[in-house]
């Protein structure tokens, strides 16, 4: 999907608890293994002792607000994003959010497709902004995984879960002057097939099971379909998604204003036995980066908490564009291609007016 014409995130903010573990902490105390820390490369993970994911996502749309001069009360759509428990079992988190910010006339909408739902929500937001022709979005995401139904280090293989939020407002427009990015175009893609990743063997149940385990229902999908089947299924859609992004930007994969790729915090094992390989089907030296030292993977958040950090001073200069790509179990992937706006953007459009 090409985004509409002058599609601008701004406000990008992200909330991050001001506690986290460090991994040798969590070795010490035998919560993980040495092997497993060495193995995954992560330093630390953001813990919320006190505050629930949507209390997150509230703070981190504040500080998006703030940052970008914009009153929650002219946003028009706002979608939530998540994959763990949002603090209660039959509620929208997203009418959560809108009432406390203040977005009283905004359409409130919940996503919850897995860690992808950062990408799904931004997808839907920039097809609101296109469809409405003029009104802003808001995206947030925020992801807690606290005991006693989430084992944080434990729970996965590989894979380390930490707390936080990221918000970014979407919007239209001729003047890009004050936008963190240009969103040029999001692309996705599905292999349905691989839900079985994260259900197993388990029967349905009537109600919440309680406590999440996935390497349960992931050993149960490698002794069915072998380690080397999901390798196999990522080689083809992550070179899908990224072609497909590509595109629909009108952006080569060679070009020279392509600074980087972000990857989905994923850790370094399953970053290195399955995307780094299937990117190099793509770029060739395009530098491949992993910002998850710190977080570890934020459930819905990556995607977002990525785009955050493109928007930083001296992550982009002028012009240059990044791909961010996206995944979640489904399972989906997503690549949205970001420009940083440049001074002549604003010039340019204010030259056409007059």
Known sequence: MSAPARTWLSGLSEWLPPTSVPVAQAVAEARLEPAEAAATGYAALPVSHDLAAPEMAVRAARDGLARAGFAAADIGFLAHAWTYHQGHDFWSPAHYIAARI????????????????????????????????????????????????????RGDYGLWYGDGAAAVLVGRGTDGSSADLELLALASRAEPAAEEMHRGADPFSAAPLGRVDVRRTKKAYLSRHG????????????????????????????????????????????????????????????????????????????????????????????????????????????CAIVRKPAPADHERENHHVR
């Open 102 to 153: 203040g977005a009283d006339g905004a359409n409130p909408v919940g996503v919850q497709q897995m860690c992808n739902g950062g990408a799904a929500a931004l997808e839907l937001a920039t097809r609101w902004v296109g469809a409405a022709e003029a009104g802003t979005a808001l995206v947030t995401t925020a992801d807690r995984f606290a005991e006693p139904g989430f084992d944080r280090w």
């Open 227 to 334: 380690r080397t089947r999901f390798a196999e299924i990522t080689a083809v859609r992550v070179p899908e998604v990224v072609r497909a992004a590509l595109l629909a930007a009108e952006v080569d994969a060679g070009d020279p204003r392509l600074r980087c790729v972000l990857l989905p915090r994923l850790g370094e094992r399953a970053l290195g036995e399955a995307y780094h390989p299937a990117l190099r089907a793509v770029f060739t030296d395009l530098p491949a980066l992993d910002l998850g030292a710190d977080t570890g993977h934020l459930g819905a958040g990556d995607l977002l908490s990525n785009l955050v950090a493109l928007a930083r001073p001296g992550a982009l200069a002028a012009g240059e564009l990044a791909a961010v790509l996206s995944a979640g179990g489904g399972f989906t992937w997503s």
